[in-house]
């Protein structure tokens, strides 16, 4: 056994930013623990390399029997009230889900963290979360301004308009003759209306955090890797986490005042926590778990509900670079009650290829949404994943912006540019019933393990990410979000682990990586 200092659980988006930033230290000593393959950069699969995942130019659904291994496969999800249950995509391996996901590198908007800061989240503001931003990130387009880093591990580009698709180009011109405004930069915390959607991508090829963060520390003897290892529960002496033990009965444990980092996701980092005893008391009794500390973990589950307007178009217009469904998006405040500053998107999709339609349209996403979900454990065997119940559109002030939204969107529709390029009329939900009916996820699961202050019945973790009435047992990922942000999670998660440290300043870590940019750190 050996003296860690760190049990770093999960190696996804969160977990390898805090596995690499913990070993620039040579002094601390870290074991990162992975359900998924250890793979490195150079041995992964095509698929997890190049910004179509290995699809090409095929209208088709992605080919996850390729690499089985890769994704998680029991998860599922009942996304709103009288639909059925459906598998909830998640990635495995180093990396996680920044191995499989859409590469859409987008920020929150500041009122997100004063959001987050009104419900208890002291230090995540605004501005703290702007400087994790721009420490992550390697901007291509815009580096000299003073809200962005250049040089960070994490590259953020824009497909010129030349590379984009019919649809993409269609979105732009409709949307600014109708007023929403053109801005070349999404990332501004100021901005807001039409944009080029950026990507984490460098070269043309996907930058997951297994590239950006786990294979530079790979040499260092301070880190262990150890991969298809699923963690089953924390191990604890008294009300002090030691350690952890996988789905075989091996243990790990960490040297004498040593801490567990769970950084799972937001599925399986709140599974971990019921599994050890931690959770919601009624539903740890009903599965024969021990009750450690009544909190009210996988409660108050969000992600991003999302609504289509179907568009048959030109083969030609669903064609562009990388084979990209989106390259631009539309964010704007409703007005409607619920709703802060950017409170919906509209995206353009040049194809429907993960439904394996041949159609093209717009996706309406409820970016701030006001409806909570639930997670259920199935029993207390870590080999059967979680289901949730995400209870879509519960809350009629969600219901309403989706209708908002849909109007908007075929009012676009309306315009020269999408004339030229359809082949047919659009189609959408017509009433309420089908809008509940077809409400699909964004893959965006957030809020399982919510941060916020001590007393506060929705609170697992306090802001220092420390989970409360334990001791040296923290979690550190999207499940701790107080709120969803109003973007897709990618970028906040790895700039939420940058708070992590700021919040922490005994943490071991190296020195802070200098941010290049116009305006200095």
């Known amino acids: 056994m050996k003296d860690w200092n760190y049990i770093v659980v999960g190696a996804g988006s969160a977990g390898a930013l805090i596995a690499s930033r913990l070993t620039e230290n040579p002094a601390c000593r870290v074991l990162l623990i992975e359900a998924g393959p250890d793979c490195r950069v150079a041995d992964l699969p095509k698929e997890f390399k190049d910004r179509t995942k290995g699809l090409g130019l095929a209208l088709e659904a992605p080919r996850n029997h390729l690499n089985p291994e890769f994704y998680w496969h029991g998860i599922t999800a009942t996304r709103a009230k009288g639909q059925e249950p459906f598998q909830y995509r998640r990635g495995r391996g180093l990396g996680g889900s920044s191995l499989i996901n859409g590469l859409y590198a987008i920020r ?29 990130e390697d901007e291509h387009d815009f580096p000299d301004r003073p809200f962005h880093g250049a040089g960070g591990p994490t590259p953020v580009y824009r497909e010129p308009e030349s590379g984009w698709g019919g649809v993409d180009k269609a979105l732009k011109e409709a949307a600014v003759d109708a007023g929403y405004g053109w801005s070349p930069d999404h990332n501004d915390p100021d901005s807001s209306g039409a944009s080029p959607m950026a990507m984490n991508i460098r070269h043309g090829d996907r930058v997951s955090t297994n590239h950006a963060y786990i294979e530079p520390a790979r040499e260092r003897a301070n880190l262990d890797v150890l991969g298809d290892s699923l963690v089953d529960r924390v191990v604890f002496d008294g009300s002090t986490a030691v350690g952890v033990v996988d789905a075989d009965g091996r243990e790990y444990r960490v040297a004498d005042g040593g801490e567990v980092l769970l950084c799972a996701g937001s599925t399986a980092s709140p599974a971990i926590l019921m599994r050890s005893g931690i959770g919601p008391a009624e539903d740890l009794a009903e599965l024969g778990i021990e009750l450690r500390v009544d909190l009210p973990v996988g409660r108050g589950a969000q992600d991003h509900a999302v609504v289509f307007v179907e568009l048959p178009v030109t083969p030609g217009a669903q064609t562009c670079v990388g084979n990209r469904p989106t390259n631009v998006v539309v964010r704007y405040s409703s007005g409607l009650p619920g709703g802060r500053t950017n409170d919906m998107m509209i995206l353009a999709t040049n194809h429907n290829y993960w439904f394996g339609k041949d159609t093209a349209g717009l996706a309406v996403s409820i970016e701030q949404p006001l409806s909570r979900g639930r997670m259920r454990l199935r029993s207390p065997n870590p080999a059967d994943d979680p289901h949730f119940d995400l209870d879509f559109l519960a809350d009629p002030r969600d219901l309403a912006r989706a209708r908002d939204g849909l109007e908007r969107a075929r009012r676009l529709m309306d315009h020269e540019a999408f004339r030229r390029i359809a082949t047919g009329d659009p189609t959408w939900p017509l009433d309420d019933a089908e809008i509940m009916a077809t409400v699909k996820d964004t893959m965006h699961l957030s809020c399982t393990a919510r941060m916020g202050p001590p007393g506060d019945p929705d609170t697992v973790v306090d802001p220092r990410c420390r989970v409360l009435g334990v001791e040296n047992l923290r979690v550190v990922d999207a499940s701790i979000m107080p709120t969803i942000v109003s973007a897709n999670t990618y970028l906040t998660v790895l700039a939420l682990a940058e708070v992590f440290f700021d919040k922490n300043p005994e943490l071991p870590s190296g020195p802070r990586a200098a941010v290049l940019s116009g305006g200095g750190a």
């Open 108 to 136: 929150g908007v500041p009122d997100d963290f004063a959001e987050w800061e009104r419900l208890g989240a002291e230090g995540w503001g605004p501005d703290a979360m702007l400087q994790a931003y721009r420490r992550i």
